[in-house]
């Protein structure tokens, strides 16, 4: 049976309430309850014991990060989250280190994580699509989805996981498609997770 940890990032404000996000969770919950997927979650501005959320990462075979996009990253309790969780783990449950040692100190930074699975971040995003991707989209300058979400796919990579293809819902304020979004965030469910995991 495939271990699945779902982190909810969302932080709450007036003009963003969590709701798209918490209906994601929620799709991808029931198709992964339908394949006999086992479930664990984290809502990171609800509060959280670090060993007991250690001792999630150890479990989980697979990790959904639901975002919203807050200021080009992750919302401010989703970052305290990782900081609190993954430092603590990073000296000995969740990553031997940086990955160097005493014979190579300048080899292999970054690759001491021990744990093994797969990712998948999920972002909703104020952003349109075409703001990513084209160069003359002054803003982003031609960078991609992942581009701009490097640091969270680099945080993963040192612990040992490897990413699935990241979701977004685009547009999410000014000009939703949310009907779309589902249609589209379940297709990426099945086809990034149920086949491939």
């Known amino acids: 049976m495939k ?8 932080q709450y404000y007036p003009f963003a309430e969590g709701k ?73 449950k969740l990553s031997n280190g940086d990955g160097r040692s005493s014979e190579a100190p300048k080899k292999n930074y970054g690759l001491g994580g021990l744990l093994e699975g797969k990712y998948m971040i999920s972002v909703t995003a104020n952003a349109p699509r075409e703001a990513f991707n084209n160069p003359e989209e002054k803003f982003f300058n031609g960078i991609s989805e992942d581009d701009l979400l490097l640091p969270m796919h680099l945080n993963f990579r040192w612990f040992g996981l490897e990413p699935l293809k990241t979701f977004f819902a685009y547009d999410v304020m000014k000009n939703p498609t949310i009907e779309d979004d589902f249609k589209r965030f379940e297709t990426h469910i099945k086809e990034e997770l149920i086949e491939k995991i």
């Open 3 to 10: 271990k699945i940890l779902v982190i909810n990032g969302h």
């Open 20 to 92: 798209l996000n918490s209906s994601l969770i929620q799709r991808a919950t029931q198709i992964m309850e339908e394949q006999d997927y086992e479930v664990k979650y984290t809502t990171s501005e609800k509060g959280y014991n670090v060993e007991e959320e250690i001792e999630k990462w150890l479990w989980a075979d697979v990790f959904i990060l639901q975002t919203p996009l807050n200021w080009m990253g992750v919302t401010w309790s989703f970052k305290k989250y990782l900081d609190e969780v993954l430092t603590a783990g990073m000296m000995g």
